[in-house]
């Protein structure tokens, strides 16, 4: 049973929007800091967005900025990305990361312990 399970994904066009959805198993305690990451082929798996557990922090990737927005719902377990103005190089595997530690909020991958199996996102040209 996966402790983290991303949906959502899909192939879209360029400049078109997509939701992404991420739900926490109960067997996780404790969930503070969440946080979106993703991986292209030929490069290394990135950090795209982090919240803190009452959502009063919120980290992005400048690439990102201005067109992504991550949010979270503690009472259903989840957290969300609403992703605008997708471009082609938004292209990826994204993945959904979460801690029980005391994190606020990270972009560093090593920080967060439950890890989702990932869900595709395919922006066309």
């Known amino acids: 049973q996966e402790q983290l399970v991303e949906s959502g994904g899909g192939l879209v066009q360029a400049g078109a929007s997509l939701n992404l959805s991420c739900v926490a198993d109960?067997?996780?305690?404790?969930?503070?800091?969440m946080g979106w990451f993703r991986h292209s082929p030929g490069k290394e798996r990135e950090f795209v967005a982090s919240?803190?557990?009452?959502?009063?922090?919120?980290e992005y990737e400048d690439s990102v900025k201005g067109r992504f927005t991550i949010s979270r719902d503690n009472r259903r377990r989840m957290m969300f990305l609403r992703m605008n103005s997708l471009k082609p190089e938004d292209t990826a595997v994204y993945y959904c990361?979460?801690?029980?530690?005391?994190?606020?909020?990270?972009?560093?991958?090593?920080?967060?312990?439950?890890w989702g199996l990932g869900i595709q996102v395919t922006v066309s040209s």
């Open positions: 919240i803190s557990s009452t959502a009063d922090m919120t």
């Open positions: 109960k067997s996780i305690l404790v969930l503070h800091a």
């Open positions: 990361a979460a801690t029980g530690r005391r994190v606020s909020s990270s972009s560093s991958q090593k920080d967060y312990e439950y």
